[in-house]
């Protein structure tokens, strides 16, 4: 085997070799190990891109075992597309972070624990993304939640830790719920593989509701409304390197598990309805979402509900599963490219808050009046993500939108078309209300900084990638169709 059969192995190794080098090693040393850790990410993620491309999907037996004695890893395309954006996002977080956290960090940021908690949870995300067993999706769901309360505590505050706490319940209840759904599922089919449970897996109440009990865990993890209330306490009051992780990649690791089981494990109609509800929760959080980010008055607060709106657009694929292979390709590709374009927006959005927080030296939007003037380049960042946020043209938003309408339409199911166009004019409305104060002729004074310009320019960059991310349309389609769930609908890449 080469380098390349071995890449889904490598991409849970590489990280988890890098959190526990930074954990021994200095702190001065600990952010060069993790830059050249989420490079060595980087790479491959994008050989693994290209080998999904260019071969198809392809399972990783880990040790030899084969399931369903060990476990196996799959490499489609969905996959590949979520192990890249987390190494996009990774990358930029990471050198965000170098310029964020002070070297001496001492107390402040839990004792310099940043770095090592940071890979430990990259590598569970990878992990998740990877995975073929349900059970196994559980195990990197309860490493993810553990490395993300800590992440969201670093600061130490009151606020940090409330939310922390918050967060860590709502964590372990999903955790709980989950693990009895996948006994309950064991129970009646003998099966963890997904694979194997997609081929064996008939109708029984025992499956049916261990399955929707591990549905149920997973909207709660995805923070879907109305199980959103720990989402935008967390997001805001954790650092911002970590509010910009847990926005862009957390809570789409629990979405890309329901999207294996609803999609890729369970058959049509196995659990009557749950398709229908998903959708009506999924427009619920666009509406409610934007209606929330709209009162907000703290900047990070206003990110965090925008994030709990463009979330729903995610569960929009659900009642149009089953109207067809063409329809489902379409609003599999829409999703896809929703999930990979708003993980790059919400990055920009966040990072870029943060560095109008710190230079604004507080976080209420009324006073960060005229930062077009003295902040331009953050005052473009918040402009160029607002415009995926919108769906406008060129961006990503505008081509994930595009497909979901058009899927919509070619379902008969013309209704979620209509949230669709809504949430463009409530996320239009959220997003003016801030840039009007930013563009305002009243100029406020900023403290002056000798940070790196990278704190500016990196979030501008992803902002920008994501604005003409539409282009990539056609390639997510690709990818899409080499999955587990076309294959499960009967389409061959």
Known sequence: MTLVDHLPALLIIAPLAGAAITFVTERSVDRIVAVLTSIIITLFSGMLLYRVASGGAFRYEIGGWGAPIGIDLVADGPAALFLLLTAVVGTAVTIYATAYFPKDCGTSYGHGLFWTLWLFMWTSLNALFLTGDVFNVYVCLELIGISAVALVTLKGDADALRAGARYLFASMLAAMTYLLGVALLYSSTGQLDMEM???????????????????????????????????????????????????????????????????????????????????????????????????????????????????GYLFIVFPLADSGADVLAAALGGVLLHALSHGLAKTALFLGAGSLMDRF?????????????????????????????????????????????????????????????????????????????????????????????????????????????????????????????????????
């Open 361 to 493: 030296g507080h976080n209420e939007i009324a006073r960060m009046t005229g930062a077009a003037r003295t902040l331009p380049v953050l005052t473009a960042t918040v402009a160029l993500a607002g415009v995926t946020m919108m769906g406008l043209p060129p961006s990503g938003g505008f081509g994930s939108k595009w497909q979901l309408v058009s899927a919509s339409i070619g379902a008969g199911q013309w209704w979620w078309a209509l949230v669709l166009g809504l949430g463009g004019l409530l996320a239009a409305a959220y997003m003016f209300r801030v840039l009007a104060v930013l563009l305002s002729d009243t100029p406020t004074e900023v403290r002056p900084t000798h940070a790196p310009v990278r704190l500016e320019w990196l979030p501008l960059a992803l902002a920008v990638a994501a604005l003409f991310f539409v282009f990539a349309a056609p390639f997510v389609d690709s990818l899409a169709g080499i999955s587990t769930i076309m294959l499960h609908a009967g389409v061959t890449p």
């Open 197 to 311: 449970l997609r081929a064996t897996l008939t109708p029984d109440s025992g499956a049916a509701t261990g399955l929707a009990l591990m549905v149920a865990a997973l909207v709660l993890k995805t923070a879907l409304v109305p199980a959103h209330f720990w989402l935008p306490t967390a997001h805001a009051s954790a650092p911002t390197p970590v509010s910009a992780a847990l926005s862009a990649l957390v809570v789409k690791a629990s979405y890309f598990a329901i999207l294996r089981l609803m999609l890729s494990v369970m058959p049509p109609g196995f659990i009557p309805g749950a398709g229908t509800l998903l959708g009506i929760l999924g427009s619920m959080a666009i509406i409610w979402g934007s209606l929330q980010a709209m009162r907000q008055t703290r900047i990070k607060q206003w990110v965090a509900y925008s994030t709990v709106a463009q979330i």
